[in-house]
């Protein structure tokens, strides 16, 4: 495998960075450009090795630490939309590549539509999953309770309610992997919480804003997809916003969540990868044997 490439950038001031994984040498198939991916505000640049393993034959994968995610500094108060824009547009520019293809996950989602409404001729294509185009009250009441639970200094019960509010719970609509998913989740927030100073910012803002997904777009093949039992936003609501996206495709997976990123892990690096390379989609990835786990985390069939 390629030795990866760490950069390090400014934005306003504020200090970020970028990998590049270099696209493996001599695969015998076709390459196309570089491939940038954006996840939620937990979701850093080391964060997506199931991507390296599929998009690697055919590209140079890059992960990035935002400002306000990861190593990166801590975005100040107030709207970042603009200043996430301009520290992709800087990746882009600084690896030299006249077009990208971006993809974008929950609020990265977000931020990788922002970016191709701003700058289509800079997206060669567009995958977009998880998209928060509208998070129900439900939800905004875990979150709200969540934070209630943190000015409290009680991060345990933070990182659980918050995880919970991103799930699907409901036992009558079975989540493929859904324990684990959910025990990851529930680690990663409370790592995040307690070995980075700006976390609890970081998830504030991934949480609590309310991204812009209106205008349209047009002039970039796109593709957006959702888990079946997504709860954070359903999707129907979903398909509805790919219909403001001049050609693009919609695709649900089957027994996944919001969280069908870890879920469907596999699934969606090749889905992303045959949409990159201009492949033929198969149709959504089958219905999966429904998986329980132990209380140890063990798997039981």
């Known amino acids: 495998m390629s030795e990866e490439i760490i950069r390090t950038l400014t934005v306003e001031g504020l200090r970020y960075g970028y990998r590049v994984l270099p696209r493996a040498k001599d695969t015998g198939v076709p390459g196309t450009e570089p491939v940038l991916v954006l996840g939620g505000a937990l979701q850093g640049m080391f964060g997506w090795p199931q991507m390296d393993d599929h ?3 055919v590209a140079d994968v890059v992960t990035a630490d935002l400002p306000g995610m990861g190593t990166a500094d801590p975005l100040p108060p107030g709207p970042s939309a603009c200043v996430l824009r301009a520290a992709v547009t800087g ?10 293809n971006l993809f974008g996950f929950s609020y ?23 998209v928060p185009v509208h998070v129900g009250e439900e939800q905004r009441d875990y979150w709200h309770r969540a934070r209630r639970r943190l000015a409290e200094g009680d991060t345990e019960g933070f990182a659980a309610l918050a ?14 992997r859904g324990e684990l998913a959910r025990r990851y989740v529930r680690r990663s927030f409370l790592h995040a919480l307690t070995h980075s100073a ?8 991934a949480l609590g804003d309310r991204p812009e997904f209106s205008g349209g777009l047009s002039g970039v093949p796109a593709l ?7 709860t954070v936003t359903p999707p129907e609501r ?26 469907r892990s596999e699934d969606v690096a090749a889905l ?13 990835p089958a219905r999966l044997p429904h998986q329980v786990t132990a209380a140890d985390g063990a798997a039981v069939t």
Do not use: K, N
């Open 55 to 57: 998009l690697g034959p």
């Open 91 to 100: 990746i882009i520019d600084d690896l030299g590549a006249p077009r990208v």
């Open 108 to 130: 990265g989602a977000a931020i990788a539509f922002g970016c191709a409404r701003h700058d289509p001729g800079r997206i060669a294509r567009l995958v977009l999953g998880g």
């Open 198 to 205: 700006h976390a609890a910012d970081a998830l504030e803002r």
């Open 272 to 284: 992303v990868t045959r949409f990159f390379t201009d492949r033929p989609l198969d149709p959504a």
């Open 238 to 263: 979903q398909r509805e916003f790919a219909g403001t996206i001049e050609g693009s495709r919609f695709l649900t997976l089957a027994d996944s969540d919001h969280w069908v990123v870890l879920e």
């Open 224 to 230: 957006v997809f959702a888990g079946e039992h997504d």
């Open 163 to 176: 995880a919970d509010g991103l799930m699907c719970l409901d036992p009558e609509r079975p989540v493929y």
